[in-house]
């Protein structure tokens, strides 16, 4: 096996290869950040308003004071003053809690209470009596009073556009033109919202459960008015995040000055229902979708209008019509997104935040165009194939999408199926098979790493990283192994914690190129040092050597003619001790400052739809079969087959996990998943876990994985895509395509549930 | 939570010694009398830690399992502790070759981990799952705040009820269990500061009416010893039909307990009883009168079904559900009719 640049590699990155952390989180000595041990914890509860919109005319604390354990309680009388608020996930102004008397939404936090114990913060909270001045809200599109505005193009978001569609789509010879809905979706990771903070003096620690430190951290520095270096995150372990914990939220500077009051830790673990309202969500999308086509299956016009809600005083969008305008070859293409405020708590990232309500529309249309020209889906997708970038011109880096239709295809069975609605029966069950285009853009952002290597060849790697159930221990120990010649048990991953070199957050499915690219940086920055001592001793066999021919396999430095010295005397020569590299990756295509950037927690990715020298995204087609009971219509999906080509798969094992997790979560998003809200109230109503459905073990059946074989040289020096987010992008699409061939029903919102189908 | 004294009965005079204070004690509304009953927990702890229940003294019965803890089958029928629980009676032998409706009413029900928990006693009195009731934070709530009004009327109410609802509340009864007791004709043995007494099954909840907040003709102090289910012909040709989004672990949104003696095709008993969509436990007699007699086919199902629901009442998203639970009912019907026994 060799690398980008000939040198041959330790063979490892692609093997499989299990959990090096499996063992403490099966156990149970994983420590996440609310189980951190602490002297004289005082415990936090929150109290959330009742009402979406209006102000807090006063609150009786008098029966919670009185509750024995209670110490304080903090509302924006007592504190308000103490926080700046923080940014939304757009790094722009976003509702707020504490500092003022407003309520911007349902379960907004509008005091904290403090107890001895969590019983008593509990018991204290509950006995909070609120009056307040309520106003009628708005819920969500069509309520009475939503401000509705169209997004404008400025330096970081486009409308992706060219030729006249307008007039192509009407002079399309078949056209589609159809309304799709996507709902409120939350994302409920097992792991609850907790933060506990700890003052030691002026420096401030924070243990929460995070998806990027470095942003927290900057983010609570600047609410507090703290130095940057004395506010520390940790977060060695990520109870799921899926974008919940991407960005920060109000919480966790409320618990900072709380335990700046009482001069002691102060531990905050919220309730489930809590996390519909304290964090965000994904938010309900609307789209106009126009497709037209010639007789023989050749787009000619894509016209992709997008409404998604958002808060009052954010304007978070998510906007893939960046991603749906770039997946087929059409000459005419016009997008345009709008949002839609409400008395709503502001949305966020959550898996493929873009693409997974955008491409349910896009991919439901190009079935619905399938059928409208007599061809099989397919085939379809590969008339309008195309390794070129439809918007900008530019080159894909590397596309295989049609490679991965054909090999799930395959698998699938796809030629067993009738194309005729309604036509495939087993029993009592109506049996349909979909599928649908996956697809992610393919980022990267600058990242730093200290690595050191010891001569008896053991290995510790250090960075910020997140490890959210991912394998992201596991990639960098995978990586440096395979770099410095060791084996995987020989490196020691550390991360979790800001005072760790920064790194992104975990999100958008940059972390494996991101970290991956500056662990491999680092490595070759300790050979090098290896190296260059080894030809310039007069003493060793390289000497005279070019440095640039050695390697570092099994333990040794190795030349280009096979000699080679342990990896002990060749270490040796550097230090006595370790040997220490620290490295930062700028990737290029990134501004100048994006290092410096990177350590007060703003990074800046490369994106992959908008790079400068190509169009990166990894691809992937997903297949379903869908199962529908033709008297009472309960919907059961018992197969899905998914192929992926994402580049270089560095850990196919965990890959694999990742890959089927989508899969999962994607058959969660099409039949189960919605957050009901209250119209008349702009109150969510069933937030829980037994009333907000996700699968359970019994809904999923047979889930198959294939790895088409990708190699690319364009998208970052290790060929890394980056698989995180692509895994549920098809299967909304896929799913609803099912449904239709095999009720002939055409659903064109989600969840799709039982009365849909009656 | 709030702070609650706990209380632990050896037996039954010591429960119902401790239930004489609840009489005492109590006003109407059952959901916030101040002494409550412990057995498996597994409604009354979750209300209590959303702040929906908030008693002062629980009584823990689980001791009474001694005397109320069997599982008796016989030629006259089947008697059921009420301390029994939920996944014993479902593993039981006899009630699976000879109950078939009872056990998979329980298999089908929560998971494994709270059906090992949850008694029989305690599950037939199961609370609703209405947010608005479950959520304190709702002003209004007749079953928790007795004439604070119904917040759930013009809400989202795919989850509600058709069948029983009242302009007060239209909260849906959300137990398995109950329905193959109510189309099983079987009893309720009760004790309780009045002595003993033993009711039908079906006369145990109440409509919610006017009144939401009464939810059962349990009088205070009173407490369920266990349950009588009589021998029949139908029994064993008898299934529960749960109807639902995902496939396990989730409250029906329809369901149908049915019984069937046939006679060469032809009804001579049915046994049909309704559920995720019932203000309380719902057998259905008009569907039962609409069956007997007559061969059972796709036809009598249909007409049954039709009778079943003729005087539900929809409001919102819920306009779908009597017609999904005039096909759940026929399903069951079909099924059960083609049972080999």
Sequence with gaps: ?758 | MRPFRYEHAADREAALQAGRSAAAAAGEAHVRAPVQYLAGGTTLIDLMKLDVMRPEVVVDINGLARQHGEIRSGPDGLQLGALVRMADAAEHPAVRRDYPVIAQSLELAASQQLRNMASLGGNVLQRTRCNYFRDVTWAACNKRAPGSGCAAIGGPDRGMAVLGVSEHCIANYPGDFAGALAALGATVDIEGPGGRRVIPFEELHRLPGDTPHIETNLAPGELITGFSVPAGPWTRRSLYLKIRDRQSYEFAIASAAVALDLDAGVVREARVALGGMVAKPWRSHEAEAALRGHPLTEGSAQAAAAAAFAQAVVHGEDRFKPELGRRTLVRALLQCAAMEI
């Design chain 1, 1 to 758: 096996m060799a690398d980008d640049a000939g040198r041959p590699t330790g063979g490892l990155i692609g093997q499989p290869h299990v959990r090096i952390d499996g063992r403490l989180k099966v156990t149970g000595q994983a420590r996440y950040p609310a189980d951190e041990p602490l002297a004289n914890p005082a415990y936090a509860y929150l109290v959330i308003s009742a009402i979406s919109r209006g102000r807090v005319a006063g609150m009786d604390l008098a029966a919670t004071k009185a509750t024995p354990g209670v110490i304080d309680v903090l509302t924006h009388e007592n504190v308000g003053q103490e926080v700046k608020p923080p940014m939304g996930p757009d790094g722009k102004p976003t509702t707020t809690t504490l500092e003022s008397d407003q309520i911007w939404h349902d379960g907004q936090i509008i005091a904290v209470v403090l107890a001895e114990t969590y019983e008593a913060a509990r018991e204290g909270a509950y006995k909070v009596v609120v009056r307040y001045a309520a106003e009628a809200p708005s819920a969500t599109f069509d309520s009475p009073g939503v401000e509705v505005e169209p997004l404008k193009a400025n330096e970081t978001r486009h409308d992706p556009a060219k030729g006249d569609a307008a007039a192509a789509f009407a002079a399309a010879p078949v056209k589609i033109d159809a309304r799709y809905d996507t709902p409120i979706q939350h994302h409920n990771p097992l792991e609850l919202f907790s933060t506990t903070c700890v003052w030691e003096g002026p420096k401030l620690t924070i243990h929460e459960g995070t998806q990027n430190l470095y942003w927290l951290k900057g983010s609570v520095a600047g609410q507090l008015g703290l130095d940057l270096a004395d506010v520390r995150t940790i977060s060695r372990f990520v109870g799921g995040g899926f974008g919940s914990k991407g960005a920060p939220t109000s919480r966790t500077a409320w618990i900072a000055v709380a335990a700046r009051r009482l001069k002691r830790p102060v531990k905050l673990v919220t309730t489930r229902d809590q996390g519909f309202t304290i964090a965000t969500h994904r938010a309900e999308t609307r789209h106009h979708l126009q497709l037209g086509a010639t007789p023989d299956g050749r787009l000619t016009a894509l016209v992709h209008e997008g409404w998604e809600v958002s808060s009052r005083p954010s304007s978070y969008n998510v906007s893939g019509t960046a991603t749906t305008a770039r997946m087929y070859a059409c000459p005419n293409i016009a997008t345009k997104v709008t949002v839609v405020h409400a008395d709503r708590n502001t949305p966020g990232f959550m898996r493929a935040p873009p693409d997974t309500p955008y491409m349910f529309a896009l991919e439901c249309g190009m079935d619905e165009l399938a059928y409208a020209l007599g061809k099989d889906p397919i085939e379809l997708r590969r008339i309008n194939d195309t390794q070129t970038d439809p918007v900008s011109g530019k080159p894909y880096s590397s596309r295989s999408l049609m490679k991965c239709f054909d090999a799930a295809a395959g698998k699938f069975g796809w030629a067993k199926r009738d194309p005729k609605p309604g036509s495939m029966r087993d029993g009592d069950w109506l049996v349909g098979y979909g599928c649908a285009t996956a697809c992610y853009p393919c980022n990267i952002g600058p990242a730093a790493a200290r690595l050191s290597l010891t001569p008896k060849g053991k290995a510790t790697i250090q960075l910020a990283g997140h490890e959210l159930g991912t394998g992201a221990y596991t990639l960098l120990a995978i990586v440096v192994a395979d770099r410095l010649g060791l084996q995987v048990d020989d490196v020691q991953v550390m991360m979790g914690d800001s005072d760790l070199p920064p790194v992104p957050g975990a999100g958008g499915s940059n972390n494996a190129a991101s970290t991956s690219n500056v662990a491999a940086k680092a490595c070759e920055a300790i050979r090098q040092r290896l190296a260059m001592a080894a030809v310039r001793t007069n003493a060793g066999i390289f000497a005279g050597v070019d440095p640039a021919t050695l390697t570092l396999v099994n333990r040794a430095l190795v030349g280009p003619d096979g000699r080679s010295e342990p990896l002990e005397t060749a270490a040796s020569r550097v230090s006595p001790g370790a040997i220490e590299a620290h490295v930062e990756n700028v990737p290029q295509g990134l501004p100048p400052d994006a290092a410096a950037a990177l350590y007060h927690g703003r990074a800046s990715l490369l994106r992959g739809q908008s790079r400068e020298d190509v169009t990166a995204f990894a691809f992937g087609a997903q297949f379903v079969e869908i199962r529908v009971h033709r008297r009472t219509c309960e919907i059961r999906a018992p197969r899905a087959v998914a192929a992926f080509a994402s580049g270089t798969i560095v850990n196919p094992l965990a890959a694999h996990s990742q890959y089927q997790g989508g899969a999962i979560w994607g058959i969660g998003s099409a039949l189960h998943e919605q957050t009901e809200i209250d119209l008349r109230t702009a109150r969510y109503v069933n937030h829980n876990i037994a009333d907000y459905l996700v699968p359970v073990n019994a809904d999923i059946g047979e889930v198959d994985v294939i790895f088409v074989p990708e190699e690319d040289h364009e998208v970052n020096p290790l060929g890394v895509k980056g698989i995180g987010e692509i895994g549920i992008v098809g299967m909304n699409a896929a799913i609803a395509n099912a449904v239709f061939h095999a009720t002939g029903r055409r659903i064109r919102k989600l969840p799709i549930r039982i009365e849909d189908l009656l």
